[in-house]
């Protein structure tokens, strides 16, 4: 089971102010034994490092992301949830007679909880982007998608550069639902896409940040080969408004427990809010 944990070794390290996942939302269900569907093959496959406080070290991400590149389709995805997916899978089977099973198991095993940006699968196909939400464990039954037009980002090039994973990148900004934006792209590399829902660049997106630095997505790792892309059933996943969804997820992570309706041994209503600094605010 331990070659499915992913640990990546870098030269350098790179300390942010972050916004954290959340340490109160719980996770949804595992997937065991899910049925998967092979939909294309990535000659191309970047993982990037979200909010590392060190890139040398995968335990101080809040989350390892992926972006498989193939011919007709691209996705993105958390390593890390697929691996502890597969971990439980591998678990269940090795336990038949168990009561239960470990409701995570990634991430080096540390306890884990649920966070938009880990939880949320995102196919390309053309100039469209489908993005498939799985939600908290008490809100499950609205696991969601919405599709919208890709990219959606209105960039600015810049003449600085900067070198990351070993090529020579060039500056872009743009404003984009509410935040500003500095991305760092790889000419040398003609791909028009990036992490998360950025793209649209004349070179693949190795480094985005927003101007507070809340949310940093950084390349460590370029493998190339034939890695085949896969898909599960998304057809009880209903389609919903983005906006609509961002304020149920701002509201999930700031609050989750009142939002649950929890209540302590006398009866009384529950709450633990946090504040929270979601990716777009708009």
């Given at each position: 089971?331990?070659?499915?944990?992913?640990?990546f070794f870098l030269?350098?390290?790179?300390?942010?102010?972050a916004q954290p996942k959340n340490n109160i939302v719980e996770p949804p269900t595992a997937r065991i034994n899910a049925t998967y569907t092979v939909i294309d093959y990535a000659s191309l496959r970047v993982s990037y490092a979200l909010n590392a406080d060190d890139l040398r070290?995968?335990?101080t991400?809040?989350?390892?992301?992926?972006?498989?590149?193939?011919?007709?389709?691209?996705?993105?995805y958390s390593a890390l949830l697929a691996a502890s997916d597969s971990l439980c899978t591998i678990w269940v089977r090795e336990h038949p007679q168990a009561d239960g099973f470990p409701r995570w198991r990634g991430e080096q095993g540390k306890s884990e909880w649920w966070s938009e940006y880990q939880y949320t699968e995102i196919f390309r196909t053309g100039d469209k982007q489908t993005l498939f939400f799985r939600m908290p464990f008490y809100f499950?039954?609205?696991n969601c998608q919405y599709t919208e037009s890709y990219p959606q980002q209105a960039w600015t090039l810049c003449e600085d550069t900067l070198t990351i994973y070993g090529y020579l990148c060039q500056k872009a900004t743009c404003f984009y639902r509410g935040r500003d934006f500095e991305a760092w792209f790889a000419p040398e590399i003609p791909l028009k896409e990036g992490p998360w829902t950025f793209g649209g660049l004349p070179g693949l997106i190795l480094k985005v940040q927003d101007e507070k630095r809340?949310?940093?997505?950084?390349?460590?790792?370029?493998?190339?080969g034939n890695f085949p892309i896969k898909t599960v059933d998304y057809s009880s996943y209903k389609s919903v408004d983005r906006k609509k969804l961002l304020k149920l997820q701002r509201k999930i992570n700031e609050d989750y427990i009142s939002l649950i309706g929890f209540r302590d041994e006398s009866g009384k209503s529950r709450s633990f809010y946090k504040p929270y600094e979601p990716l777009e605010l708009e």
């Open positions: 089971m331990r070659n499915l944990l992913i640990f030269g350098y390290a790179c300390v942010l102010y070290d995968v335990s991400y809040v989350d390892l992301q992926c972006l498989e590149i193939g011919a007709h389709t691209s996705k993105y499950e039954k609205e809340l949310y940093v997505f950084e390349c460590v790792r370029i493998e190339t």
